[in-house]
């Protein structure tokens, strides 16, 4: 197995490949696809192979842009102008809800048409060609996938990817397991973004229908995120830790991330995206209890190495020789250097190496650390070409 981690700025795409299976999660920016992913999936299809997965985690514009681009310029699904995909994942209103379809009355469709001519943030539109996305009508990632008719959710798109409903993949050497959302996870989003239109002046009854789902989901485009970066004062003198200074992440829209683990080739990888610890950790405690190791060969942090979204808790359930941390470190000024004293200064009989993909100031600090458990580990910087997973 291997994996990519693109230089997705202040986003995350990742491509991981075995011989037989290959799976997009995420794909940063239009720019990242333009630039750095499309050459992949072309070498990709050239080969007769196909995408057998794209997984979406949640609707943040760092996240998705770069597919919106993807599935444009794919075109429909028995088309494919660029690789054959057999499948996506994606969690849309259309996939969360069995809201009726329903007529807006004229004030609550201005609320609507308000949120859909504002359209993409200004992320997505600094790029190349944007006008091809900004002038079309159903440029969102929902209507894309519906219009091109790509299995959605293992099916039409009406049933969400969370641990009560669609919870894995099958490939030929292998499978994806589906950690989070959970369905309150889920149902949190939709709460979200019911206060937002009534925010927003929205009076009559929330349903669905086109409009709607486009509205939904530029919504989250735009949100800011939930978790404050707050400063703990801790007495003078005293290096920060995690433990003094970790509070869990209460974004909706990071809640509602779609974080897994890939198997291929006996090989295992933990995807968190940019989920909840929480979350994560009381489905890993359920796979512990059922004999299943918390050794991973690899270890994709959550949320750019953000200190609300890996937890103590967390890091001492799981270990993994390899870890990547996807951020240029401009945005939010992730990664958190606690973090990564906390992921390198834990007991281990093996080199942990941190894979960035990109040169921080972070990063750089981490380099000059010196454990106190005697824990050895390596930093790779601008990692951003193919690695190889082994077994160690």
Request: charged share 25%.
């Amino acid at each position: 197995m291997r994996i990519k981690m693109y230089p997705a700025e202040n986003g995350d795409a990742f491509l991981i490949s075995s011989d037989k299976t290959n799976i997009l999660i995420d794909a940063g920016y239009a720019r990242t696809f333009n630039s750095y992913i499309r050459q992949d999936l072309e070498e990709i299809a050239s080969r007769g192979a196909c995408l057998n997965l794209v997984i979406v985690t949640h609707i943040d514009a760092d996240h998705i842009g770069g597919i919106i681009r993807f599935l444009l310029l794919n075109s429909h699904s028995e088309t494919n102008n660029i690789v054959p995909v057999e499948g996506i994942w994606h969690n849309s209103l259309r996939s969360l809800t069995s809201l009726d379809e329903i007529e807006l009355s004229p004030q609550d469709f201005e609320v609507i048409n308000a949120i859909n001519r504002r359209g993409h943030p200004k992320e997505l539109k600094a790029t190349s060609n944007y006008d091809e996305i900004s002038a079309r009508q159903g440029s969102t990632l929902a209507s894309l996938i519906h219009a091109g008719e790509y299995v959605w959710n293992n099916g039409d798109g009406s049933q969400s990817v969370c641990i009560n409903n669609v919870q894995n993949k099958l490939f030929q050497d292998g499978f994806v397991k589906v950690l989070t959302p959970s369905k309150e996870r889920l149902d949190g989003l939709i709460k979200s973004w019911k206060r937002d239109l009534r925010r927003y002046g929205f009076v009559g009854s929330i349903g669905s229908n086109q409009a709607i789902d486009d509205a939904f989901e530029l919504n989250f485009e735009h949100s800011s995120e939930g978790q404050a970066r707050g400063k703990n004062l801790i007495s003078a003198g005293r290096r920060k830790n995690l433990e003094d200074i970790y509070k869990p992440d209460s974004s909706p829209t990071n809640g509602s991330s779609i974080a897994t683990v890939i198997e291929l080739d006996g090989l295992r990888v933990l995807m968190l995206a940019d989920a909840w610890a929480e979350e994560v950790l009381k489905e890993l405690l359920k796979m512990k209890s059922q004999g299943e190791s918390m050794m991973f060969d690899a270890i994709k942090i959550s949320h750019h190495g953000s200190n609300y979204n890996t937890s103590p808790e967390l890091l001492s359930t799981v270990d993994a020789p390899m870890y990547f941390i996807s951020s240029n470190g401009r945005k939010h000024n992730h990664p958190d250097i606690e973090l990564l004293r906390a992921i390198v200064d834990r007991e281990a009989s093996f080199t942990r190496t941190l894979y960035f993909n990109y040169s921080t100031p972070e990063s750089r600090e981490i380099r000059d650390f010196e454990t106190t458990t005697g824990a050895t580990f390596i930093v790779e910087e601008d990692a951003t070409k193919w690695i190889e997973i082994t077994k160690e």
